[in-house]
């Protein structure tokens, strides 16, 4: 059984360009959610899917950010024009059904 | 909406000896009660969960915690620490859509 997969596990992108996160869940868990960890913070939520419908938002989820999941499997997190704050670790999670949430190793960014 | 505080940022501790890291929360709703590990640049991993039931929970490397609902926390113990369990610790509660967490405590054990 694996757990959840995220692909990069490393990005360092200049200031102002797009970069896309990949996120495989548990096989089979309909809950998808997605965080973002700052250093030295803990994870701030910013969405969570139930299959392929987005079921919430946080405010910290601008608009230079969007997340799908187009068949309720993967998903991707895309940030547009990138800024320095955007700088984080970002982590994907799943469960089935939401009570036990397991998280994967997570994709930092770097915005130079 | 619920919150969580983790009282200590960091807590230094000898090999061998207990600890307790400390965790309170608040919440209008009934709700589930996680402790999840971090090590160095590494994502979070699932210590243990309190979702019903007996109130004292227990994970496999010597950790407890116990749910104490009149006083809104859920302090995780452990008698006798390893070199080892050097990391950050996050408690976090849910009300059955998503997790909040404290800002975590930085166990630092020393030889």
């Known amino acids: 059984d694996t757990g959840v997969s995220q692909d990069p596990r490393h990005k360092i992108t200049k200031r102002g360009q797009n970069v896309t996160f990949r996120c495989d869940p548990i096989?089979?868990?309909?809950?998808l959610y997605w965080y973002r960890q700052t250093l030295g913070q803990g994870p701030e939520f910013l969405t969570y899917?139930?299959?392929?419908?987005?079921?919430?938002k946080s405010r910290l989820l601008s608009d230079r950010f969007s997340a799908e999941r187009p068949k309720g499997s993967f998903s991707t997190l895309e940030i547009q024009r990138t800024e320095q704050g955007d700088s984080a670790m970002y982590l994907c999670?799943?469960?089935?059904?939401?009570?036990?949430?397991?998280f994967g190793e997570g994709s930092w960014l770097t915005v130079v | 909406a619920q919150s969580v505080t983790q009282l200590d940022s960091q807590v230094p501790v000898f090999e061998e000896a207990p600890v307790e890291l400390r965790c309170n929360y608040s919440?209008?709703?009934?709700?589930?009660l996680f402790w999840y590990v971090q090590y160095p640049n590494q994502g979070l991993q699932l210590l243990l969960k309190?979702?019903?039931?007996?109130?004292l929970v227990e994970s496999i490397n010597g950790f407890e915690a116990e749910f104490n609902k009149s006083q809104t926390s859920f302090h995780l113990r452990k008698p006798s620490v390893h070199i080892s369990d050097t990391a950050e610790y996050f408690c976090?509660?849910?009300?059955?859509?998503?997790?909040?967490f404290g800002g975590g405590t930085r166990l630092m054990v020393k030889p």
């Open positions: 899917f139930q299959n392929e419908a987005q079921l919430e």
């Open positions: 919440s209008s709703v009934s709700v589930y």
């Open positions: 309190y979702l019903s039931g007996s109130t």
């Open positions: 976090a509660v849910s009300a059955g859509n998503m997790l909040t």
């Open positions: 096989s089979e868990h309909n809950r």
């Open positions: 999670a799943s469960s089935l059904g939401g009570n036990t949430i397991y």
